[in-house]
């Protein structure tokens, strides 16, 4: 068992940064791949970054590619994700999540997820 627990999520105007967090406690953090996604009102669930086991791997998707970076303190049991350059359209929910599969595993082999910090950007 694994929890999670995101924090950082804020009101911040387009342009600007934020740095969430994701605190694991539980088992051995490093044996799960882990990812950011997030939830906009109306919208589906979308994965915003994903990162391997030992940090070394990374993904991305399109629509954050350069402005997001997703690391992880295996040491600290942290998952970080630094956003740069927010847009309105970056407003959502964000979730932590964890799998004990593959870092590019579907949303559904995600095993556990955390509570969702509310980011919402004004323009």
């Known amino acids: 068992q694994v929890q999670l627990v995101e924090s950082g999520g804020r009101l911040v105007q387009a342009g600007g940064s934020l740095r969430l967090s994701c605190a694991a406690s539980?088992?051995?953090?490093?044996?799960?791949?882990a990812a950011w996604f997030r939830q906009a009102p109306g919208k589906e669930r979308e994965v915003v970054a994903r990162i391997n086991r030992s940090g070394g791997t990374t993904y991305y998707s399109d629509s954050v590619k350069s402005r997001f970076t997703i690391s992880r303190d295996n040491a600290k049991n942290t998952v970080n994700l630094q956003m740069n350059s927010l847009k309105p359209e970056d407003t959502a929910v964000y979730y932590c999540a964890a799998t004990t599969g593959g870092y590019f595993s579907p949303a559904g082999r995600y095993d556990y997820w955390g509570q969702g910090t509310q980011v919402t950007v004004s323009s």
């Open positions: 539980g088992r051995t953090f490093s044996s799960y791949a």
